[in-house]
């Protein structure tokens, strides 16, 4: 073949080839440190971040633009927000910040003097909530054999976890409020007034990360995103008696404003493992630890809870499955003889191994003013 007429093809073949980002065979095939994401306000504004060794926090879009300056690298939107990032994460995203990561690493640009702009300390932020607002939170409801019946005698604990044991059943489900229930890292826990049974709960937070109905416990792993901490706050002092004739109110128990914690970040699932295989939770008021379990406790696996989930409704991106809590629990008396409930001016420590700490202070809410009577009262009208 003529040189000319080689040359031809393969200039041919060269530009005639679909453009591919850098990272699907690339640069950003692989990560050159493990990351977690999250939202960060900073300069006043709320802005998607990564989270490196725990302490710096790099803006994605300021740090999008700085990479694509270099040709060699496309373009690639990024998400305006951590709802987006998640249903984003597998078409695209997910190697552009695998690339962010490799060019900060490799150029040693975290640890320059002067760094890049869109690096941040840790401290110099304020933490958000990671996701601003899941669309469903859904928690399980007594899914650990040490949270079981925590309030009776040691044989009726006993008993009732050997009965649980050998009768699994189904999992229990209930939703929990998103937008003004969900807090960020470092703000307040609201005690409503005259609410003075308000208890502590550590939960595993999945983030799911692509939409599922009528998934198997065997294929949830592939529609998780990541892994982040949930507090499930909850009001023990249950209704007044008197008019609707039910016994028990999941919105009180659940659904104060400030009542869901979550962060501080998100560990995608490719930089955490298996919960199943790892898991520890531990949560402490005041620096008394309170709760400490692991996997080996859940009645119904994590990936059991995605397929219960997802065959009553289905689950989208940013969607929060929580799994349950431990023994351990204020209102329970199993742990330390007595029951003992959230006073204003403690704080909440709330961790898992390798996600980070959620660290929540409590303090008092405003006594409201006069009403039609038909304000949720103060337990002590209705409760010694």
């Known amino acids: 073949m003529p040189f000319r007429l080689a040359l031809l093809v393969v200039l041919v073949i060269v530009f005639a080839a679909p453009r591919t980002a850098v990272g699907q065979n690339g640069p950003g095939a692989t990560s050159a440190e493990p990351f977690k994401v999250g939202t960060f306000e900073i300069r006043g504004a709320p802005v998607v971040a990564l989270v490196l060794r725990d302490s710096l926090i790099i803006d994605v879009r300021a740090a999008n633009t700085a990479l694509e300056r270099n040709p060699m690298y496309p373009q690639v939107p990024m998400p305006a927000d951590m709802l987006e990032l998640i249903g984003r994460y597998e078409y695209g995203v997910k190697a552009r910040l695998y690339e962010i990561v490799n060019d900060l690493v490799r150029s040693n640009r975290l640890t320059a003097k002067p760094r890049p702009d869109y690096v941040h300390d840790l401290a110099s932020v304020k933490t958000l909530p990671p996701i601003i607002y899941p669309g469903k939170i859904m928690n399980a409801a007594v899914n650990f054999y040490s949270h079981v019946n925590e309030t009776g005698t040691q044989e009726q604990i006993a008993a009732a976890r050997r009965q649980r044991r050998e009768q699994r059943g189904v999992p229990y489900l209930f939703l929990k409020p998103s937008r003004g229930a969900v807090i960020g890292n470092g703000e307040a826990v609201i005690l409503p007034h005259g609410r ?14 692509r939409a599922a109905k009528n998934v198997s416990a065997k294929d949830a792993p592939n529609y998780i995103f990541g892994y982040m901490i949930s507090l499930d706050i909850s009001d023990r002092g249950g209704r007044p008696p008197g008019g609707a004739p039910f016994t028990s109110d999941w919105l009180v128990g659940k659904g104060h404003d400030t009542f869901a914690p979550m962060g501080p970040w998100i560990v995608p699932k490719e930089f955490y493992g298996d919960p199943m295989q790892k898991l520890r939770q531990t949560l402490s008021v005041d620096g008394t630890k309170m709760q400490e379990a692991r996997a080996g406790d859940m009645i119904h696996s994590l990936y059991e809870l995605i397929e219960y989930a997802s065959s009553i409704i289905t689950l989208f991106p940013g969607d929060v499955v929580n799994n349950g809590t ?6 329970g008396t199993a742990v330390r003889g007595e029951q003992r409930f959230l006073k204003a001016g403690e704080v909440i420590e709330a961790s898992i191994d390798d996600i980070g700490t959620l660290r929540i202070p409590v303090v008092a809410g405003e006594e409201p003013g006069p009403g039609t009577g038909a304000r949720l009262p103060p337990v002590s009208s209705y409760r010694k």
């Open 196 to 209: 003075d049974r308000i208890d502590w709960e550590v939960e595993l937070g999945t983030v799911v990360g």
């Open 326 to 331: 431990s023994g351990g629990v204020g209102m």
